[in-house]
């Protein structure tokens, strides 16, 4: 795979990254500041719940490629770890096309729901009325930079299958680990 479309990638997932920080602190901002005004002046805001919903969502989604990235999902390896290093990048492989293929799915029905949102103006029914093409629209995006994320690890995974004495194993260390 080429270097530039590497660093493109890993500068992709780094403007990602900074942008999910900035939403969680946003989020952590508001949620304080509607706990105050609701139990100190009995004067709830009128959008926290709306927008922090949204943001969740956001995180949720768009951080899926990431978590992807750097192999942080939840799994169970018992087995896959038993087996020989061929069988273990066949199953990446297998793996890897099955979450494309999900994903894929999800950027098809997600595009579908933001295109009839912002098709029909749907807008959420609360006082900010916030139009929900705009969080059906992280579903698309966020389920197709998982997508693409499956595929590169299909892809490396595939050269594992081919080569499995010359590629090494990814690490399994967590950053911070000592």
Avoid at 32 to 41: S, T
Avoid at 110 to 128: C, D, K, P, T
Wanted: hydrophobic letters at 50%.
């Amino acid at each position: 795979m080429s270097r530039n479309v590497m660093r493109g990638w890993d500068g992709l997932m780094a403007v990602l990254r900074g942008a999910s920080i900035v939403v969680l602190v946003f989020m952590a901002l508001t949620i304080c500041y509607d706990a105050v005004m609701r139990h100190v002046f009995s004067a709830p805001t009128s959008w926290s719940l709306e927008v922090n919903s949204f943001l969740l969502v956001y995180l949720a989604v768009m951080g899926a490629a990431e978590a992807q990235r750097h192999d942080a999902h939840i799994r169970i390896e018992f087995f896959a770890h038993k087996l020989p290093l061929r069988a273990q990048a066949l199953v990446g492989v297998i793996t890897g096309l099955l979450g494309a293929i999900f994903s894929f799915v999800m950027v098809w029905r997600g595009g579908i729901m933001a295109w009839q949102a912002f098709e029909y103006g749907e807008r959420v029914s609360s006082a900010l009325g916030t139009p929900t093409v705009i969080p059906y629209a992280t579903l698309p995006i966020g389920f197709g930079l998982l997508g693409l994320q499956f595929l590169l690890d299909t892809w490396r995974a595939g050269r594992r299958c081919l080569h499995p004495e010359a590629s090494p194993q990814p690490s399994k260390e967590v950053p911070g680990d000592v």
